[in-house]
């Protein structure tokens, strides 16, 4: 048991030198282990498409391509895709727009994702970018490789394809009733096929596969528990791992002594700099090692949330002026000459994304080469940051995503990955490092605390005519007003965030709207105004508009006065392709004034749906998570400690703080599917706040609206105004 | 570190392991059962749900020391002849997941519940529930599937 002292080591030098040789399986042989069938490659460029039909043998692959897809010889067809299942259920819904324009079953599909050796470079699994992007790209490609088989069976029939049709995986003959299936199609053929994004693609209303409410794949496994997540998995001879973490941040290690934990039985101490890590044989021994290590930090003095939205006001990220994001009219001439005048300031905390499956990767080496199983939304990412980590080729590292315990945003980094690899390097056997639930609320990041300075002018009839929004440290998604106004200016200010700050659901959208339809608000009522019909008078937008009446009438609007006990208020908005309306009522007890969400109706609009089960659990899903930041959610923190970094400290919403909800899907089926992932969450928390704002009378411009008490832990929440 | 003696899924089962290292760890790590999931370390989530005597417990809050008579269930205990239990079949069919990682602990804790009262309402759902979180937001679902398990099972004697 020796301390490797590793203080001044290959991440210091840049100068890694081991005997590496190349295990990795590169493209062209992982097409010989595919064996024979038709391979279809996507690219965003025409110029590959003179490329088409080459073999096999010695074809350099594109660069740019972004998917792939393999049809074997027995007919299964194994998509390939960078894009990550995170419990977004694209693993389903992307199958499903395979299966539709391919002309196959639906099971006789395997998506592979997320493994850099095996799949085409993709940025990450974000921004709601997967239905948008990578649906019509998979539709391009199957469509291509449907077509690629017609022209097969033509040219081996010698009947002109057209007069072929390709169903059920097969291709048929009707005049001469024959048909073949696209394994005997594809039986002893090596054929690649390279396409750029022209091919026509099955109109919307002619689906029959995607559209469909089809299971989510793989949900046997997750019932029985046979399903490995990234922290389930184990390889022989692995070893467990644990980092020392300072005691707060910023802070540089003084003193060590791990004399104590180099006597426990299989136990390295491993250091690097600042960096101080245990491996052990076991999880608990790994832990006890840890805590038996002695360490003194220098913590600098920081900020806390005393005066936090002050702090991001003042200190912006660049010191030179800054131009606002979108500018028209006159703001100041319209104010002035409004009838109605309103300004106010808005607030968001940090919150943390609390992944129940935290951080977590398994590392192992051999010959030189680095392979990670982890927890991420970008392998790719992850594999640059191991790349410059060991100063490793790209080649020889491979990161691999077994389908994860969420992210929500929060898992665009691989700090485990990097720590499992620094430590199982080490060792010399392969490390596991799971962060436990303190790391994940401490080490991680988190969504940004904002600041949003609103200032509103509006005619007397209701007409909007001003609009400045300033968005401080917290974001511009959704920074735009959807609104029909003439003038505006709109400006997000980037702040030193005193927190490692970073991607949440939905962004800064969840701020934005807050702010502006709780503003909306009270400009509703200070022009005497319905909240719904000072909404319909300044949107033209259809699509909002659509929203807004659906959930409206859903919820039955106008139909009851809300009274001190009872509140009803509503919301809408747009982003990332998404129209939302959310009505919610509150009920309040006026003595105590504890706070409960009765009801939530939110009607959802995303263009055409590919799988009405799956959207509707995301949308569902995302108000519940919303609940949180709305009500209850909030990092607290002082002298560069978290000061709740547990679940008994940090409330999520739990079964009883579910109101009842009702999801209404409205669908375009002329408009291309967006992503449904992230703007479902933004329409709760200015609802609620609304309509506690017609409950109450009380105006409550800071999310959470209701934190708890350390010693609160019931499911209604007490606001003070 | 001691011997000890477990009755894992209807198995006998010895484990080498320290007397106070939690059962969760000893299940995930020396076990290989990693079914049990871990989410907080502190009983707050729900995530390490097993049975013990049929009673939904948090094992990350147990010492395998204290274990040793104990009938434990698992998630991998409950499918039987390769037929799931009526708690899992009704969260398939409800679709009661999203990233599945607090699946388990939500099945055990709702076969419990099951297991003492037969036909729960909506309110006795929530509160047998409380204490296991699914940060993806999918409790009407899971409270759909636990409706739809009491539904399935027979009156009496409602075994897993």
Redesign the interface.
Known sequence: MSLHDQSSPEFARGSYHEASRSVQLDRRDFLKVLGGGVLVCLTPTSAWTQESGRTFGGHELPKDVSAWLHIAAVGKVTVFTGKVEVGQNIRTSLAQQVAEELRVPFDSITMVMGDTDLTPWDMGTFGSRTTPTMGPQLRTMAAAARETLVQMAAQRWQVDAATLTAADGKVTDSKQSRSLTYGELTRGEKLVKIVSSEERLTPVTDWKIAGTAVPKVGGRDFVTGAHKFPSDMVLPEMRFGAVLRPDGFNATLASLDTSAAEKLHGVQVVRDGDFVGVVAPDAYTAQHALSAIQAKWNVPAQPSNEGLYEYLKNNPESSGEESPQHVAGSVTQAIASADLQLENQYTVAYIAHAPLEPRAAVATWADGRLTVWTGTQRPFGVRDELVQAFHLPAAQVRVIHPDMGSGYGGKHTGEAAIEAARLSKAAGKPVKVIWTRQEEFTWAYLRPAGLIEIKAGARRDGTLVAWEHHNYNSGPAAIGTPYDVANQIIQYHPARSPLRQGSYRGLAATANHFARESHMDALAHAAGLDPLAFRLKNISDTRLRAVLQAAAEKFGWGREKSTPGRGFGMACGTDKGGYIATCAEVGIDPASRKVRIRRIVEAWESGAIVNPDGLRNQVMGAIVQSIGGALFEQILFANGRILNPHFAQYRLPRFSDVPRIEVVLLERKDIPSAGAGETGIVGLAPAVANAIFAATGTRLRSMPMAPLHKEQHASSAQFHS | MAEFLLHVNGAPLHVN??AD??LL?VL???L???????????G??G?CTVLLDGEATRSCLVAVGSVANAKIV???G??QNGK?SAV??A??DE?A????????GM?LSATSLLQRTHKPTEQQ???A???????????????AAIQRAAQSMPAKGASR
């Open positions: 392991a320290p290292e939690s760890s995930r790590n020396r290989h059962l990693t079914g049990p999931k871990y989410g907080c370390g502190e707050q989530c995530a698992t998630i991998e409950l499918e799931l899992q079949q969260f398939l679709g997941f999203q990233c599945g990682y607090c699946t388990s099945i759902i929530v509160e529930m409380d204490g296991n979180l699914c940060r993806c937001g999918t409790y009407p679902r899971i409270v």
